[in-house]
Every structure is written in C-alpha cells, then in structure tokens.
C-alpha cells in the first residue's frame, strides 16, 4: 500500500462544470484588475501642495505635476488677482480642488485622466444680494473635530436658508465669508458628522466644533437575502465593525466574537487552530439537535466542511478541527458582521436559522484609484509552568508512592505494563539490577527531580500572518483582490499550521439597470496535531483509548520523573507494555490534516423598472478534508503489537495482542509484525445554491412604503467519506506496506473498521416571502413566510412541510412631533417581533434505517448478506418548533451614548429524542417528539463616546446577555451516574445542561467518604446505577446565566489604547477528578492529596480521604457502589464557573504622514496587543482554565504578545 493522493479536487463528473467555471471567471477577475489598476486615478488620489502668493493658473500647473492628471480651462475663467496661500499634505484630490475653487466661480469634472474647469452661472459665494446694494460683513472662523480636534477640511459653511451663499473650510479648518448684514446663522455641514448650526454675532471670529454623527440606526441590516434600513428594520441585530472584532492572536472568526455581542455566549474550550469555538445565541433550542449557529458569507450559507455530529464538538476530536465552515476565512478579508438574533431577523432562512444566523460580509472594490495594503501579524505565544497547577513535586510524589504500594502490594503487578519514576526503580530492584543502597540514592535522585514538564514540551513560538490586498475602480467595474499567509510552527513538537488564502471579487455596472458580481474564493490548510483516538462516553465518562496531548501530559504526569538521562538521551519508562518517552512518541504519532475550499459565486442584479429589481444568485463549492494518522513503527502503539512477551502473564494482558479463534491453543500473536499503521480519513463535499428573487419597493405619496421581497432558493449538499486503515506501513524504509492479514481480522472480530465509504446528499427547496410597509417614516411592520420541507421526518405532507413565518413592528418615537424638538434625543425606536421556527432534531430519518452489508468473512465463499437495521421507523415524526417573541428598544442621548435593551422569550415544543421503547417492538428506543423547553432572558448594550481634554477621547461599550434555560416536559430515565456526568445533563424542571453531585457528608473514622442518602442519612454505599435523583444535589446551570464584554478605547492624536474584558457567571464546573482506586505512579497528582486522611481524628480537619486498599473497593464494587466516582462527582468537588479575563489589550500608533508620504506611504499603522493576559476565577479552579476543555486536540488559551504593521499605498 502506497500513500499517495494525486489530487485533492477529483474533477469528474458534477466537479467539472465548477472548475471550468471557476477558471473562467478567475481570469476575467484579474484581467479586470490589471486593466483598472493600470488606467485609474480618480479623485481620491492623495496629493501635497504647498504655494504662497499663487495665482490659480500656478496652482493648477504645480497639481499637473504632482498628479496623474491634467487641466483643460479657459484662461479666461481662471484669469484672477486673487492669491491663494496652502499648505496641503497628503489630501485627496477632489478635497483639494473643492477648497481651492471654493472663491472661484469653476466647477470641474473628471474624465479618465483629464479635469476639466468651467464655468458655473449658478454657483455663487456672493452674499445673499450684492454689495452695493446692502451692507456685508466678512465672517472667519477654524472647524475643528470634536473627537480629536484636528482641523476639518471641505466642511460646507453658509447661511442658513441659502446654500448657495456659502463656502468650504481649507485644508487647515479655516474660512472666510461675507455675508449681508441680516444674516442670522450659520450651518455647519459634513458628511459623518452632526450638523451645527451658529448664531451671527458681531465678534466676526468662530471657533467651531463638530462631532461624529453616531445615529446607528441609519446603518443598513445585511440579512444576506436583502439590505434593509435600521431605522425601519423590526428584528433584533448585533452588528460588529471589522476593526472592533481584528484580535491579531486569533486567527479565526469566531473565536473573535466572544464579548462583541449582547445575548451571544461564546466559550473557547480550545485554542488549537480549526477548533471551534461554543457560540449560542439565546440559549439552547434543542435537548439532542444541532444548537450551532448558521453561518453566512455574502449571502450564501456556509455549510461545515466535515458533517460530524453535534455530540463530537468541542470533544478534541481530530475531525472537530477539519469541521468548521469558517477556519478557511482571512479575517483580513471582513468588512462587518451582523449577528441575526429573532424571528423577524432570521425568517428568510426558515428553519435553518432557529438557533440564529452569523452573517458576514466581505470587503469589496470601491470606486477609485488603486489602493494597496499589507498587513504583517506577528503572534509571540507564551508557553505555560508547572507553577500555575497544584499538583505534588517530586518528593511528595515519590513519598505518596512508598505509602499506596505498601498498603496495596497486589497493585505491584501493574508495573508489567506501566510505570513511572517509582515502577522504574522497583523493577530494577526486583530484578536484581540494583543494590537497596542504589535503590536508595535514586530515590533521593528522584526526590529532587521537579521536571517542569511545561518547559519541557512547550516552547515560545512565534507564528506569522502575511495579508495584501489590492482594490480600486472606475463608475464601471470595481475590482478588490487579497492573499493571505498563516504560518504557526506551534508550540510543541508535533504541532505546526499553515494556512493560505486567495480571494478576488469584481463588481461590473453593465449599464444603469445591469449590474454582475463574482467572487472567487480559495483556501487551503497543512496542519499537524499530536496523535490521538477519538473519544467515547461511558455512563457520563469521556475517555480515549489513546491521548498523545502534551497539555494534559505535561499537567498529570509526575514530576519525578524526567525527559533525558544524565548522558543526554531520552529516559524511558513504560507504557502499554513497552518503553516510552512522550518527546520520542510526538515525533512518531501525529496526524497530518489538509483542507482545501473554492467557492465561486456569481450575483445578478436587475433593474426592471424605477420600483422592481430582479436579484439572482448562483454559487458552487468544493471542499476536501483529509487526515492521515501516522502511527510509525517507532511509535510506542506499533511496539506495543509487537510485544510478545515470555511472561505468559504479560501477553495474556496486553490488548494490542490478537486471540486466533480457529487456534484456541495459540498463545495470543502479533498482528503487526513489521511497521506502523496508517489511518486515513477524507472526506469530500459538494455543495451549490441557486436563488431568485423580485424585490419592489412602490410608493404611495410620500407616507407609505412598501419593500416586497419573494423568490425560491434551491440548495444542495453532498458528502462523501472515505476511511482506511492499513497495517504494516513502513514510514522509515521507502513508505511502503506489508500488512499481515490477522490485523484485519482482528479488526473484524472486534467490530472496528478497517475500510469504508459513505456518501451523505440533501437537497432542499424553498419559497420565501417578506413584505415591509413603513408609514409616516415612522411606524413600521414587517411580515415574512417561508416554507421548508425534509423527507426525513414523517410520512404525510403536514409532517414533512413545515411552513415558518414571523410578524414584526417598530415605533421611531423620536421622529413624533412631540419628541423630535428635544435637542438631547437621537435615537428612541420601540420594537417588536412573534414568529415561528423550527428544527429538524439530531435524527437521521423518521424511516427504518436499514444497512445491507455482509459478514465480511475471510473466506469469500462463505460470506452472507446482513441488514443491519439502524433505527425503527416513527411515520408520526414531526419538525421540532419554537415560538420567539422578542421586545426592543433603542436609543440615544446627546449624541454620545447609545445602546438597546431586548427581552426575549423562546418556546421550544415537540423536541426529538430518544426513549425506551415497548420490547415487543424488538427495539430498545425509538425516536418520538417527547419535550418542551423555554429560554428568556434580556439583553444590554451600551455605547458612550465623549472627548476628554484636548485631542483625548473616550469611547467606552459594555455588552451584557442573560439567559435562563428551562426543561418544561421530558422523559429522562437516567441513572445518578449518567445524570453527574462533567458536561451536565437535563431533568425536568432544571437547565438543559444542569450540573448534578452527590452530597458529600465527610469522612468516617477509617477516613473514606460518605454521602447522603435519600433520607438524609449518611452511607458510603450509594448505587450508581440508581434512578432516585433525590441522591443528588442540583448545583445549577453548566452554561453561564449571563455573559458579555467591556470595552475601553482612548484615543490621543495618533495614539490608540483599547481594552476588552471578557466575562460569564452564573454557571457551575466540576473540578478535575483527583481521588482513585488504583494510582499509576506515572500521573502527577492533586496538592490536595498531601492533606489525605493518614490516622483517626484527621477527618476532623480534611475532607480529603484516605488511600484507598484493593480489599475495600472491591467490596463496594459488589454492592454496586463507588466512592471513588461518588467523591470525584460530589459537592466538594464543585467550583463556580464564573470568571472575568483580561481578554485584549492593544495599543495602537498611527505614523506621522510627513514620515511616510515621501515613500509613496498613504497610512502606517504599528499595533501591539496582548491577549489572554489574566483570569481572575475561583481559587478552587488551581489553574484549570474555566472555558477549555482537555483532552484529544483540545489546548487551553494561553497568554499571547502579538505585533501588527499595516501599510496603505
């Protein structure tokens, strides 16, 4: 077998129409942006200009010669005894020529690279009639910007009434202009800012401020279906800036998101590159299916690359990393985000949207010369110590280990398959390879060691984000193009990242009713991780046959032990039966991950007539995501099948091992006599939307107004899985195979795989409607349909079609007649929504599942059929629903704070899963709709932005969400051991994930733990398998009540400091486990161990139990019983989950333009920002990260120092 994958993108059959296409349109992108990039400069070309005593013939010739363009005027219109004096640096063009023809009675306009002047008989800055016929008076003043107050060139200056008695500040604030003698104000005006307006006094001289105008409401909602305007939009949205969510040290989106917005809880189990982080909005919306949210690119969903099931996120998984649809994404490449969190903001996607839609749009070309930006990111990720766990050193340790193994000498035998720095020294001594004063003075050795094994296996490592961009255009065509470059050696061995990505879109105005804009989109991931199995639960237990994460290796392995020997080569110990040294095992089991993602994608828009616009659009995508496990024969694993020891003891033990059953006599034999094993994982996708849609906006006098939107959306997904496991592969001698035929055997007999192929295809097809009417631009109602169907659920129409619908309405108080006079209101927009959505639950099909296989028999001839039957068929299974009534308000004060604050209720019913099913029916569950659920909970953001001092401002928002989530009816049949599992479980009454314990009541006089039982009485003997949840102790919620973020930005001159906290409470964790029957003596162990029960009395003083003899456990096991689990998952064992971090601090310094400008440099901007720099959490946590979640490829956030240069040209 050769390892060998010639193409990541197959091109057959439906593949080969997407490529051609793809090629096709990626040519005409960059011919478009070579042709615009070479011909335009338009008015937004920056010049410097500096002339004293000039005419405007001598300004204009000096403006030739520091630009692309050229003049053509009549001497006569420019011919003046006027001077102009300026000193204009780095300022656009257009900007420029409006201040210098601001006295002159020329307009101009441009055509390609030509301006032209002439005269304007309308134009006028006279004053309102001439002089000679009323007196003027000559007004001056300085605009300045409130914010920073810089000078503000190009403000608009006249008298309030006329326009066209008027003039425009200079490039440093000023202006001058004669009025006539009765003018009573002037209005101050500017795009972005508040306009002011200025009484006429006889001082002659103003000073005058303005302010950025802060009136969020007059943004555009992108719903990814339409563009509709805030202020008449009914729904819930959160919306986020790209320069709010850029944190240099994550390179993924959503990790971006936590703190950003109110209602949406965003926990990071894990840092890992492709990790995905928890995000829910509003809670939970389903007891067993999907709670993530929907993602959108430009309109078009983002399925997930890998199709896994809910239950694996977040789990460390190798998959979970190949799963996320937006890992691919350079956030370089974000123009907004706007999170859909209601039914009337999230209608038009049906019931793909129940548990909220993430919409993000990126950066597009503009109209303009070309501009060019590069970006460089630079990530110092700092490793972890030993210091920040409580765990035993070395001499504690080693002194724990002489006391477990001479109370529990049987557990001696143990160390025929592992031990430690302890196993290592008794074997040798017991072997004889050692004298008792050897013995001895390698115990003291021992004693001393303190391996850091932090230091040891983690490194400070440095990764690297390279972006340019380029954009630009004409009236015509605007094209925008960007390439990326992550590269992350990571911290440990075994760990890199590479990540590239391409993207060019184009916007081609074909003619006023015409307009076509593709996009084509690539990117491609090489990452490694160390190796790991994937993880089963077992009574609410997660565990791995295989783990290789240094993380928890470096946090539970005893510090007695060490990496090298005193002569520099690795230290042994042993695991599985066979030496091991984790530094050797990260360079000989790992797993090779590749991603590879192109999208095309093509928009149509139409202008049918002035109210109709047609709007199409068609996009394909082709994802591939590929693992390969290397498990070489150097590897611990391999060494461990070919572990065929003399000690029949030992090789009836070792379960690498196979058991022939056509020889029973056979002592067990290795099935892998030669080489590692290679497992490889792929998996294809194909998917494809097609969308029309009519949308018209009619009129009728100037108080109503319609926006009607309608149109059909098909989609389809289609995934295909590959997985092989090969034995015998040879990754040290020419990367060839020789597997042994008992290995797959093996594999047979035990149920594993060793081949498979699986193809997954969904289509759907949908019609929606929204329908828009606004009244006396101020009350607004909204009303949108859509129906979904699935034949995955029932078997009549009423349960296969579900049609979802919502009703909004919005009141814009502020503009009544008796508010809009309160000079101090901006903002003030009352709002509501109902609506109904639904979701499909985690089932595969309402039909009997039934797989045809054979029974896979070595012997071909005396193979069988099989049915395999999955799952009984439900003919009554029906679409899970929920009811959403959402209550807004927004508002904003004296056009410095804004904010909104949001109630929400959520009523989920008909909620699938899986009960106990009659056994006459020959199936042990069945599928049914069998609960209900609720989510309330109300929402705060806050935005306040006011100057300081002079050139100092402040901006400060505070982002807050409440959530309180209620099982309402439910059928649960858990034992007390499944309902205290780590990761929570739901009862009625309680939270879907509600954190269970036993009731610790202390230690007895022999020092082991007892607990309450369901009278209150104290016992050691509680039955695990019992169903009596009145043994336990409800703790509270798994996920946190409340959470959101607080951000802080000052601004002085070209200076910026920001800083972003983080924050969520409300919520309960267990503490790691740390009391066992049996202790290997290769784990580190718990502080809290050194403070155990060790005579009578002490259990006064600590809750902390005795070592535990073999004699006692196995007399509990017998009564069905377990302590040991019981103490672990106990309310001693319970800490608080709430935590506030230091989740960003940046500091940001514009460079000087007088620096910059002569090196052809528009903007510089140098960035340093710290990230994850301290929790404060409870004490009970010792270091245990609140958020993350260990285990598989699962690493905890660790403090990060990162550098940003970005250069405009």
Known sequence: MNKKRKRFFPVTGRRKLLFRTMKLTTLLILAVTMQLSATVYSQSANVSLKVKHADLETVLRKLEKSSQYSFFYSVDDVASEKKIDLDIKDQPLGQVLSTVLSDYNLVYSINNNLIVLKHDAEKSIRPLKSEASRPVKIIRGTVTSAEDHAPMPGVSVFVKGNPSAGTSTDAKGNFQLSVSDDAKILTFSMAGYKTREIAITDQGSFNVEMSIEVKELKDVVVTGYQKVDKRTFTGSVGKIGADKIQQLALPDVGKMLQGQVAGVSVEI??????????IRIRGSSSISGNKEPLWVVDGVVLDEIVNINPNQLYSGDASDLLSSAISGLNPSDIADIQVLKDASATAMYGTQAVNGVIVITTKRGRKGAMSVNYRNNSTLTIKPTILDFNVLNSKQRMEFSEDYYLKNPDALVNFNSSYGAYGSLYSQWSKKQITDDRFDQLMREDKMQNTDWFKELFHNSLAQEHSLSLSGGTDQAQYYTSVSLYNDNGQTDGQNTHRYTANMNATFNINKRLTISPTLYMSARNQRVFGTADAYTDNGITSREFDLNPYSYAMSTSRAMRPFDKAGNYEYYLNNYVPFNVLQELQNNFVDMKTRELKLQADVGLKLSKNLTYSGLVSGRLTTAASDHSITERSNTAQAYREVSDNLEVRNGNPYLFNDPNDVDQYPISVLPRGGILIMNETRGTFYTVRNSLNWKPTIGKDHVFDILAGTELRHKDYENTYTKGYGYEFYRGRSASPDYRAVQRDLLSGSSYYGFTTSVNNEFSYFANTAYTYLDRYNFSVSLRSDGSNRLGKTQ???????????????????????????????????????????????????????????????????????????????????????????????????????????????????????????????????????????????TLNFTTPVVKNLSWNTVLTWGYNKNTVLDAFFNQTVLQ??????????????????????????????????????????????????????????????????????????????????LTYSYGNKIRLLPFYQAYYDDVNALSQDLANRWTTPGDEIYTNVPRILDQETYDSWRLQNADPVTSYNRSTIRVADGSYVRLKNVSLGYNLPKRLITKAGIKNAQFQVQGQNLHVWADAKLNGQDPESLLGGTNVPMTKTVAFSLSVDF
């Open 979 to 1060: 309902a205290t599992g780590d990761a929570g479980s739901a009862q009625v009454g309680r939270p879907l994930n509600g954190l269970y314990s036993f009731r610790f009541a202390g230690l007895d006089g022999e020092g082991l733990p007892l607990f309450y039982d369901e009278k209150g009485e104290k016992t050691s003997l509680i039955n695990r398998y019992s169903t009596d949840m009145s043994l336990l102790k409800y703790e509270g919620s798994r996920d946190p009540l409340a959470s959101g973020g607080f951000t802080n930005t000052f601004r002085y001159k070209a200076f910026s400091l920001s800083m972003l």
């Open 269 to 278: 189990p894990s840092s890992t590159f492709g990790s995905k982080p928890k």
């Open 798 to 940: 009423r349960f296969k079609f579900l049609p979802t619908w919502q009703a909004g309405t919005s009141w814009n108080l502020d503009r009544e007649n008796f508010l809009s006079e309160l000079s101090w209101l901006d903002i003030l927009k009352l709002r509501a929504s109902y609506g109904l959505r639904g979701n499909i639950g985690g089932i595969g099909s309402s039909e009997m599942l039934v797989y045809y296989g054979k029974t896979n028999r070595l012997d071909v001839d005396t193979d069988e059929p099989t049915l395999y039957v999955v799952a009984p068929d439900n003919p009554n299974l029906r679409w899970e629903k929920e009811h959403i009534l959402n209550v807004g308000l927004d508002f904003g004060f004296f056009n410095k704070l804004n904010g909104s604050i949001e109630y929400y209720d959520r009523r989920e019913y008909d909620q699938i899963g899986s009960i106990p099913a009659s056994m006459v029916t020959g199936f042990a569950n069945k599928n049914v709709n069998w609960a209900s659920m609720k989510n309330s909970g109300l929402e705060l």
